[in-house]
């Protein structure tokens, strides 16, 4: 199949990695399940799953570096196996920069495990530049961030990262797992690593677990050497489902997109709410940066409700079409209190630091019919 140039994402989501010519013909690349594959006189190198390259290897690598632009990915068994071979690939043994408001798997891995494997860090405020070069050390080899941050979606100042890290020689890594390849290609603005768990948005049907590294040849091969050893690889069967979750991901990004602004335009007037976090609107902090950076918004909303725990846990018993779990990114809308979750492992005063009050609530909206969750929310709310 060839690509016509400079093709739009949704030709990519369809066409990009597929294997020319065709593999006996077929239009979708079948599952090689088996773990042998003979070596081969001309091309002797093996071939083994755990070592990310079946021909459902390939094909998922083609399409996931095509859709953000970049030259290579390596898909993995998780978010956390990419976050975490790519920590260790690129700044093991050295010292790193993260944003302090982080995904929580990613800050529980810096605080109990990363210094037991010889990665250091340092937590800085992603949104004051003026505060990052206190923080080096002759050893700091990379700044790590997220594109959105969980749950009040801030954006941190991504062309400071960028031109900082150009500055001091660092690479720079962003979680961008919350915009997806579809709303944000961080490597066009010179992000070096973009990182995701492919469980949310990238697959977005809530049935499968993985990750995703892309980058430039050489860095996806320095992590990808590091998965090897590490084991944090997936079968072709994953690769499967998740190219075929792919195929959708504009159109479900397009529909995510454009629900989430009317739900949050719809929230953000409605008497029960205190306040709405969604970059869309305008009156959230970083609305022109994420209107300059950002092509959607994204499929999260978060609510600050009125009379606090009480109402957030109203709000979900009564809500049908939301389903409570603090999963995000697949076609249904789900719901989830932060404080009761996520953040339940913070003290009541840490979360108020990080904005997670105990009337926080969380949407991450789907593709149903927008009319329908409004009626549902405004149903739930009263
Ligand atoms: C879910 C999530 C992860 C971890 O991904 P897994 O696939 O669960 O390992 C990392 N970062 C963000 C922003 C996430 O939402």
């Known amino acids: 199949m060839a690509i016509p140039p400079s093709p739009g994402p949704q030709t990519l989501a369809i066409h990009a990695g597929a294997p020319t ?19 081969g006189a001309d091309d002797p190198s093996v071939r083994y799953p755990r070592l990310s390259n079946t021909p459902n290897h390939d094909a998922l690598h083609g399409k996931l570096a095509a859709l953000e632009g970049a030259e290579a990915a390596l898909v993995t068994a998780s978010g956390m196996a990419a976050i975490t071979s790519t920590l260790l690939a690129v700044a093991g043994g050295g010292h790193v920069l993260v944003q302090d408001t982080l995904y929580g798997g990613t ?27 206190a923080k080096l050390r002759p050893d700091t080899k990379a700044f790590y961030t997220e594109a959105m941050s969980n749950p009040c979606l ?35 603005l010179g992000y070096d690593v973009s990182l995701h768990s492919a469980t949310k948005y990238l697959n977005g049907h809530s049935d499968v677990v993985a990750g995703a590294v892309i980058g430039t040849r050489d860095l996806v091969a320095q992590v990808r050497s590091r ?3 590490l084991g944090g690889t997936v079968d072709a069967f994953t690769c499967y489902l998740l190219d075929r979750g792919l195929k959708t991901l504009p159109l479900r990004i397009r529909e995510q997109n454009a629900n989430a602004q009317r739900i949050a335009e719809f929230l953000d007037g409605h008497p029960g709410v205190h306040r709405v976090h969604y970059p869309g609107l305008s009156g959230h902090p970083q609305h022109a940066r994420a209107c300059e950076l950002f092509a959607g918004h994204g499929g999260v909303v978060t609510a600050d409700l009125h009379d606090e725990a009480r109402a957030a846990t109203r709000l979900v018993h009564r809500v049908e079409l939301f389903t409570p779990t603090p999963s995000l990114g697949g076609v249904e809308s789900l719901v989830t209190i932060p404080a009761q979750t996520s953040h339940a492992e913070l003290s009541r005063a840490e979360r108020q630091q990080l904005g997670v009050g105990e009337g926080l609530v969380r ?20």
């Open 107 to 133: 800050h529980g891995f810096l605080i109990h495990t990363a210094r037991t494997l010889g990665l250091q860090f340092d937590f800085v405020d992603a949104g004051r530049p003026e505060t990052w070069a």
């Open 21 to 39: 010519p065709r593999i006996h013909g077929a239009g979708v690349l079948p599952i090689f399940q088996g773990t042998l594959f003979e070596l």
């Open 154 to 188: 801030t954006v941190a100042d991504h062309r400071a990262v960028v031109a900082f890290c150009r500055k001091h020689q660092l690479l720079g890594l962003i979680d961008n797992t919350f915009a997806s390849p579809c709303n944000f290609t961080p490597l066009a």
């Open 227 to 229: 998965v090897d050893h």
């Open 363 to 382: 949407l991450s909206i789907g593709i149903e019919n927008a009319d329908d969750l409004i009626a549902d929310l405004d149903r739930a709310l009263r």
